[in-house]
């Protein structure tokens, strides 16, 4: 006895704190719910607020691929997994914090369905600036079904049965954000398994919510494939990737269906309300036929990159009438046949489009591909042909995809690179939202006296 009370008055153990319950964590993670995990979320809070000041400071580009990557969910997500956060209000004021940082960063003013939109993943028509509250269940529901086995395999026999309490919770808050059922056992140690059924439904209910038709077919462009490639893209501009501060805006504000410009009147005479999407496809806009041949040159040069010969707008193939396609390879592409491609970007608002748009993802690129192949049918018993068609909206037809997955392979074969093929997808992504941009620039006018209200 003598010996224990000469080792507690002793100095090895002044160093000791003791901590209350609620207020243990381990290697960063609150054990329970309570002081300690509000700590750690004002931590993470008072972390993005210094992010967001200084990302206020560079392009527009440059901050979204950080904030997005690096600075927003990924700094919360390691906490979101090891402590159940899903009921937790502090969560509420990250996401007020990242919606307002979001909204400086693009300089575009997003309402509630449009905030919605934006913190879906990529795949689902968002930004993939993930909401800390549509995250949380799912992110500790996953993590503790892949601790479950190992957990099982440390705790004594007397103890396994013992249930967790948070589970319970964050599936009864998970349940609200998905209205499904858990995955199956097999996929719940998998995030995206519980994450994506609740995107989905999140998705599903802002289109049935739609009341016109461009808001439908810009919801049903937005999470169709590829169309949110650029937003992949690591802005570097030897490459083509990056985007200026304006182009960033108008394609968040035609992805979102944000206020893009006051409503003014085009100089080709028709009214442009605040969306802007008139220039998309306005006729007498010149930077249309600029957007076509800078997705033109991309295909051209990745073919030749591929060490495949390759001429522009080749002569006499159609000798009959004379028309022309974009493009053709000098040596066989398949089958003892060279390729010959032609490029076109249908506007999915266009009136003529719109109806069959708000229906049917990729409608308007389907009809200007079988436009396009019954041009050149003339070439198939010579050429392989190809229409290479993206919406305005960013469809893609499923044509093209194969085409530009096929040069990628191709690429791949000669540089070793596997993601020549990402690549590529990026670089024409990029190319369609640059000319978008210019195409809805055009219908401003720097003389116009006033603006219509």
């Keep these: ?28 993670a609150p054990i329970l719910k309570g002081p300690a995990q509000d700590s750690a979320i004002r931590r993470k809070i008072e972390e993005l607020e210094r992010a967001l000041e200084r990302l206020s400071l560079i392009h527009s580009h440059d901050a979204l691929v950080l904030l997005k990557n690096s600075m927003s969910m990924p700094k919360l997500l390691y906490l979101l997994r090891t402590s159940d956060c899903s009921d937790n209000p502090l969560l509420i004021i990250f996401d ?67 249930t967790d309490d948070y589970i319970a919770t964050a599936e009864t808050i998970w349940m609200s954000l998905s209205m499904t059922e858990k995955p199956s056992s097999e996929t719940q ?74 409503p003014h009147t085009c100089q080709c005479g028709k009214a442009v309300d605040a969306r802007g999407l008139h220039g998309l496809a306005c006729r007498k806009s010149g930077p249309r036929h600029h957007r076509h041949s800078q997705l033109n040159d991309i295909v051209w040069r990745a073919i030749q990159k591929a060490q495949i010969p390759t001429v522009k707008e080749p002569v006499g193939l159609m ?38 748009s708000a229906q049917n993802v990729g409608a308007a690129a389907s009809q200007a591909a079988d436009n396009k192949t019954a041009k050149y ?19 893609w037809h499923r044509q093209t995809i194969e085409l530009i997955q096929e040069i990628g392979r191709r690429i791949t074969n000669i540089t070793g690179d596997n993601r020549e093929t990402g690549f590529l997808f990026q670089q024409l992504s990029m190319a369609l939202q640059r000319g978008n941009a210019v195409c809805f620039q055009r219908t401003l006018t720097t003389t116009q006296a006033a603006v219509t209200i």
């Design 189 to 262: 140690h998998i995030q995206r398994a519980w994450d994506g059924q609740v995107a989905s439904h999140h998705a599903a209910q802002m289109l049935s919510q739609v009341t016109n038709d461009v808001d439908r077919a810009r919801l049903l462009a937005a999470s169709s494939p590829h169309a949110g490639d650029w937003l992949s893209a690591p802005p570097i501009t030897a490459v083509g990737l990056r985007l200026s501060d304006e182009e960033v805006r108008i394609a968040v504000a035609h992805r979102l269906g944000c206020r893009a410009c006051e």
């Design 1 to 28: 006895m003598e010996d224990f009370a000469a080792i507690s008055d002793s100095s090895l153990l002044a160093e000791f704190v003791q901590v209350k319950k609620e207020d243990m964590t381990l290697f960063g």
């Design 96 to 162: 007020n914090i990242l919606r307002a940082g979001l909204t400086s960063i693009l300089n575009v003013d997003l309402n509630d369905a449009q905030w919605l939109q934006a913190s879906l993943p990529v795949r689902h028509g968002g930004l993939g600036v993930r909401s800390a509250q549509m995250l949380a269940p799912s992110a500790y529901l996953a993590s503790a079904a892949s601790a479950h086995s190992l957990q099982q395999s440390i705790l004594p026999e007397d103890m396994r049965h013992l």
């Design 377 to 395: 049918n003339g070439l198939s018993h010579t050429h392989i042909f190809y229409p290479v068609v993206i919406e305005t909206a960013g469809t």
């Design 319 to 356: 000798l009959e009438d004379g028309k022309r396609p974009d493009g053709a390879t000098i040596t066989p592409w398949s089958r003892g046949k060279p390729l010959a491609w032609d490029v076109t970007v249908p506007d999915t608002y266009a009136q003529s489009y719109l109806n069959r």
